[in-house]
């Protein structure tokens, strides 16, 4: 049996698989908050109890349907959206609310975080995408200007499905489809690190607590593996 963990806006969703197909789904409600300027914003506290919330209930429903039960769960895999994230320290604990990717409040930023590094058209052929207000750079760019104590603290960016892949394996890494739309590596896959200088010091400045972080931009981002690859065992 596998497990598949899809992190979604408003819902996360458990489903259990057979080699016949679908055994049992199980929902769990996040909230999500509108703020102004194109702010979108999660609890990451939420996102671990949302998960066993449907897991729950998924086993519930397969238990139900056809006596299935956890121990016979082989795989988990995750699905999750790109270009959402949130500064964690370095137990993985996250600092302030995750941004998601629908998230737009750093139009300003992405647009001079372009003109300094030459222009849209040639971000986009570097990373392979259009770095606009949606942007994991923009994005980050935006909390140097506005949030940098946040950045201070932070040892990692991780995405949601990152922060959960920790919780259930103690392994801190990202996944290669997440990472190759955030607008923070070249297409070669290696850390764009004067993409990463440049968000963090997006007035032409750096704030003095974001010294450290700067002097070491490819620390903090998470290593990259391909989408197949098995993180662990489970802690639990």
């Known amino acids: 049996m596998i497990l598949s963990i899809d992190l979604g806006t408003s819902l996360t969703k458990v489903g259990?698989?057979?080699?016949?197909?679908?055994v049992a789904l199980g929902r769990s409600r996040l909230e999500t908050i509108h703020g102004p300027d194109g702010r979108v914003e999660q609890d990451p506290s939420r996102w671990w109890p949302s998960v066993k919330e449907a897991a729950s209930?998924?086993?519930?429903?397969?238990?139900?349907?056809?006596?299935?039960?956890?121990?016979?769960?082989?795989?988990?895999?995750f699905s999750a959206a790109r270009q959402s994230f949130v500064p964690v320290d370095s137990a993985c604990q996250p600092i302030g609310a995750a941004l998601l990717w629908s998230d737009r409040r750093a139009a300003a930023e992405a647009g001079a975080l372009s003109l300094r590094l030459g222009g849209i058209g040639e971000l986009r052929e570097r990373t392979g995408i259009y770095v606009d207000s949606g942007a994991v750079a923009a994005k980050l760019a935006w909390l140097a200007r506005h949030e940098p104590a946040r950045l201070s603290g932070a040892r990692w960016l991780l995405a949601p499905r990152d922060v959960l892949a920790f919780e259930l394996t103690g392994a801190v890494s990202s996944d290669v489809t997440l990472a190759s739309a955030s607008g923070l590596y070249d297409a070669n896959g290696r850390v764009a690190e004067d993409i990463v200088r440049g968000a963090?010091?997006?007035?032409?400045?750096?704030?003095?607590?974001?010294?450290?972080?700067?002097?070491?931009?490819?620390?903090?981002?998470?290593?990259?593996r391909s989408s197949d690859c098995i993180l662990g065992g489970l802690l639990y």
């Open 200 to 224: 963090l010091s997006i007035d032409g400045a750096v704030d003095p607590e974001l010294d450290a972080v700067r002097l070491d931009p490819a620390a903090l981002l998470p290593q990259v």
């Open 57 to 77: 209930r998924a086993f519930a429903g397969a238990s139900r349907s056809g006596g299935w039960r956890a121990g016979e769960v082989e795989a988990i895999g």
């Open 16 to 22: 259990l698989w057979s080699q016949d197909g679908l």
